[in-house]
């Protein structure tokens, strides 16, 4: 009995002492090498951000006139409250219109190597351009369009001037852009493992460390890599199996090459951002997978080839959880918006 | 020149001192027989308001899962962003159906005579209730499937355990209500003229106070009155001339007639509340007319008899602009919900 407890005892201790503080100072090292705590902002140089700007951004991010059926804005595939993703497979535009892919999170979205799932977009901007005049997400037919429909709410003439100062007309689709730009590279939402990553240890428990770990070492930071812990690279979706073997995809999506058409590029995604990844389920372009779990499972399947155990999968989920970060103060109020009139 | 000096200094300090000390008093004194100030909250003995209540409602009433088509909250028709209504001149509910009437703000609406156009529900909880399982509006089939959706969301468990500690099931339909209800019941937004009429006549500009008076000579109040400034009685639509001669309506809407099928009740609809008009265009209850102007002339026109001259109508604008209140702090805040999984 006495050599059982001592065994126990033994193993406990073992468990308790896994993070050292030798240990706590490698696993930080090797994170350090492929992933990073958040900026403060997004910044992009042919996008400097300002406080007028922000402010009429996040009005038009909640704007629902600007679209042919009245209730679409960014927020619509954005909501704040399901952490700016909408919950759906694949969204849904002006007048019950199918976008064609999963609405991804808009938070620490703005540093990516392309915008959507194929990169199709070069940047926020970019996106916020095309997709408020796009028949699928607002239904507005035309730029000029969406310039009169803004002209019409009269309230907005002062607002865009005040964020354009050196415009003389500055109600336009590439100042909507820039505005809406600069709403979203505020959107950074800094969690525990930021926290860690600046050097406090205490910051992760051991389960979480343990699933870092083993996120690090099954090679998921491979792809999944920066302070966004993805966004910065294109990557096939199957490379040791086709993926809809696993996700149950009802159609194959073929990525990239709907761009370019170049067969390399079939079955080929822009790596997603994990920043949020554990609320804003179901998961992949097309939302066929609802668990986390499941999803983490099919990657290192698919992308790795390894047949992950339930540990393997749960560890790494638990390290997932720490990316859940704090909105910004301002992001979760919503903007009052001009009256019609 | 001298003379005509004097003349004009004579008008001027007539019209400076048109709203003077005893004015001021006359003119609060005819207001207060009618109006009113809000309240802090619209209390309900059914539904006794709590922290916990309202935190859920909040949440349930930006929840979008609890629909068919997974696009449909309460905040779809009710934006915060545009006070509370749509900008629409009839909503359009779940899988992109038409819903019949403009959608009202839903601040300082929880102490009405009824709720919806024509009074079909008797209170906020029972317009959640029922917009929560109808077709049109969020296109879910019944009850037991709300309930069923509900329950998915894990994280609403310990929610509805904490706003209804009594209930040993707390997840169902009339919890349901009762939480977005008690959110509601906060939505109070008090304005200048609460101000003024608690006693600070200096909280209404001249103008606003000789809006103000128009508005009561003119007999609005006769039918707007309350706090709420309207929602206290049904009325026929179109007294003097019949409404549609003067909104181009495209429908002829019959009012409570479609629920009693009294011929008393041709026409007849709710007085709206007019708290915040000046930010909720379009108006009237298929949303025909997009100026407040247009729609003050209409009103005199065809519920009094009376021709008002420009001057009149922009006078009561005036006053109608000075209920444009502050929305709660709270309420301007998105409430975070839990993820799908």
Redesign the interface.
Known sequence: MARICFLVLSVVCFAASAFSAAADQALLNQAQQVLGPLPATMVSEKNPITPDKIALGK?LF?E??IST???VSCA?CH?????AA???RTS?GD??KAVPRNAPTIFNAASQVGEHWTGSRADVEDQAKEAVAVRVVSGMPSYDVVKKELGKIVGYGPLFKKAFPGDNDPINIDNYALAVGAFERTLVTPSAFDAFLKGNEAALTDPQKAGLKAFLDTGCAGCHSSAYVGGQMYQKFGVAEPYWQYTKSKNIDEGRYEITKNESDKYVFKVPVLRNV?????YFQDGSV???HTAVWIMGKVQLGKNLTDQETGGIVTFLETLTGE?PEDA??????P???
């Open positions: 009005m909640y629902n006139r059926d009245g209730t619509r909501p704040i409250s399901l952490y909408d919950g759906l849904i007048s019950c554990e609320m804003t389920s179901p609802d668990s986390l909105i979760v109020k919503v903007p009052i918006l009256p019609s009139r």
